[in-house]
């Protein structure tokens, strides 16, 4: 089960990294805890059945990926 419950957590922060990153570049204006911060609302807002402790798992590596430099394109 604490496979399960990581898989879903990671499927979570990869769907959640691009839309962030994406916010980080049409908000200039936000600084990445703005953007985490907004992250971290948003997801205890929806009744998504994470526990406390896996909502701040994923946030804490939205926010890792965030600060992370992003390869050229």
Do not use: F, M
């Amino acid at each position: 089960e604490r496979l399960a419950r990581y898989e879903i957590c990671l499927d979570l922060v990869q769907q959640l990294l691009p839309y962030c990153r994406r916010k980080k570049t049409e908000k200039p204006a936000w600084s990445v805890q703005d953007i985490v911060d907004k992250t971290h609302q948003a997801i205890r807002s929806k009744n998504w059945g994470l526990s406390e402790a896996e909502i701040q798992w994923a946030v804490a590596q939205v926010a890792q990926g965030l600060h992370e430099p992003q390869p050229e394109k």
